[in-house]
């Protein structure tokens, strides 16, 4: 049986990336944009960052992408005396054999759900960098490698400010994705309220993993193979210059917020089954990549005007090049 399961199973990156988001969707009714946008900083082993209203299920959204990729799970509930031994973990003093013992936090999972993260310290804030950009933590002078994939989900609420610690530009910077749940459309909802009625939908506690963490490190190595054109790195390249000199803007985009965009552009080509990446991939992502990333000018801010709005003028201004 398991050999026969073994050669059902999809060979192509397309058709396993389609697999894992039907079976999230089977929880996360009536958002697969989400959905993908999420997936695809998973295997581009970036983090997310979303950012919106309390129960819109980002929670839940976390927790089925890891039921569904059989990886391990945390969730760290980020508060005002959070301290970052409770995110990281620590040294502590072993009586029996005399020795001193490290005590992983929460951060050693495949996937960390920092919930209401604007809610902790500057420092605790401060103790996922490292984690997040090196895929390591460093204790008391001692480094531990984190396992991969690891991906960290954050999570803040827009409308919520009395409490809360903003997160500086460098703390942003580590995020692949920048991505609004939204609410639900009208179908999507009957459909939620239909299922917790009947009991008919799949529900977190249902959801059994599709892909094993190998084979999303396998799918990882593989989006990093796909082709990107001189015409489309010069695309790339155009953007960040133009944001860079953009009269609106004091912070442009950086040399990681490029490289951020085109390796996510790799993995949106795999998903779509091509070996090459588009405009339309660059044009696509963009929004939820490059965005959190600007810092406006004093003056633009007093106009209303806002990053997003800013992208929007660069990328309809800028050439597009021939993909060939």
């Given at each position: 049986?398991?050999?026969?399961?073994?050669?059902?199973r999809?060979?192509?990156?397309?058709?396993?990336?389609?697999?894992?988001?039907?079976?999230?969707?089977?929880?996360?009714?009536g958002?697969?944009?989400?959905?993908?946008?999420?997936?695809?900083?998973?295997?581009?082993?970036g983090?997310?960052?979303?950012?919106?209203?309390?129960?819109?299920?980002?929670?839940?959204?976390?927790?089925?992408?890891?039921?569904?990729?059989?990886?391990?799970?945390?969730r760290?509930?980020?508060?005002?005396?959070?301290?970052?031994?409770?995110?990281?973990?620590?040294?502590?003093?072993?009586?029996?054999?005399?020795?001193?013992?490290?005590?992983?936090?929460?951060?050693?999972?495949?996937?960390?759900?920092?919930?209401?993260?604007?809610?902790?310290?500057?420092?605790?804030?401060?103790?996922?960098?490292?984690?997040?950009?090196?895929?390591?933590?460093?204790?008391?002078g001692?480094?531990?490698?984190?396992?991969?994939p690891?991906?960290?989900?954050?999570?803040?609420?827009?409308?919520?400010?009395?409490?809360?610690?903003?997160?500086?530009?460098?703390?942003?910077?580590?995020?692949?994705?920048?991505?609004?749940?939204?609410?639900?459309s009208?179908?999507?909802?009957?459909?939620?309220?239909?299922?917790?009625?009947?009991?008919?939908?799949?529900?977190?506690?249902?959801?059994?993993?599709?892909?094993?963490?190998?084979?999303?490190?396998?799918?990882?190595?593989?989006?990093?193979?796909?082709?990107?054109?001189?015409?489309?790195?010069?695309?790339?390249?155009?953007?960040?210059?133009?944001?860079?000199?953009?009269?609106?803007?004091?912070?442009?985009?950086?040399?990681?917020?490029?490289?951020?965009l085109?390796?996510?552009?790799?993995?949106?080509?795999?998903?779509?089954?091509?070996?090459?990446?588009?405009?339309?991939?660059?044009?696509?992502?963009?929004?939820?990549?490059v965005?959190h990333?600007?810092?406006?000018r004093?003056?633009?801010?007093?106009?209303n005007?806002?990053?997003?709005?800013?992208?929007?003028?660069?990328?309809?201004?800028?050439?597009?090049?021939?993909?060939?």
């Amino acid at each position: 049986m398991a050999s026969t399961e073994v050669q059902s199973r999809p060979a192509t990156f397309a058709d396993l990336f389609q697999m894992l988001g039907a079976n999230v969707a089977n929880v996360i009714k009536g958002k697969r944009e989400v959905v993908d946008l999420v997936l695809l900083g998973l295997i581009c082993n970036g983090h997310v960052l979303l950012e919106d209203v309390p129960g819109v299920g980002k929670t839940s959204l976390a927790k089925a992408i890891a039921r569904s990729v059989g990886c391990t799970f945390n969730r760290v509930q980020f508060t005002p005396d959070l301290l970052p031994t409770d995110v990281v973990g620590v040294t502590i003093w072993n009586r029996g054999n005399s020795t001193f013992e490290f005590r992983p936090g929460p951060v050693f999972s495949n996937i960390v759900l920092a919930d209401e993260i604007n809610r902790a310290s500057p420092k605790t804030q401060s103790a996922l960098l490292e984690a997040m950009a090196e895929e390591q933590v460093t204790v008391d002078g001692t480094t531990h490698p984190l396992e991969a994939p690891f991906l960290v989900i954050a999570t803040q609420n827009p409308i919520e400010h009395e409490g809360t610690f903003p997160l500086p530009e460098s703390q942003l910077d580590r995020f692949l994705m920048r991505v609004s749940m939204g609410y639900p459309s009208r179908d999507a909802e009957m459909e939620i309220l239909t299922a917790e009625t009947d009991n008919t939908g799949e529900g977190l506690d249902r959801l059994e993993p599709v892909l094993s963490a190998a084979e999303l490190n396998a799918m990882s190595a593989a989006a990093q193979t796909v082709h990107v054109a001189d015409g489309i790195r010069q695309y790339l390249v155009d953007l960040a210059v133009a944001s860079r000199n953009h009269p609106a803007l004091s912070l442009g985009m950086s040399p990681r917020a490029t490289l951020a965009l085109q390796r996510a552009s790799k993995a949106r080509a795999a998903a779509a089954g091509r070996d090459f990446v588009l405009p339309d991939d660059i044009k696509a992502l963009a929004p939820h990549v490059v965005t959190h990333r600007l810092l406006l000018r004093p003056e633009a801010s007093l106009q209303n005007v806002d990053p997003a709005t800013v992208l929007s003028e660069i990328l309809s201004s800028t050439h597009v090049p021939n993909p060939g």
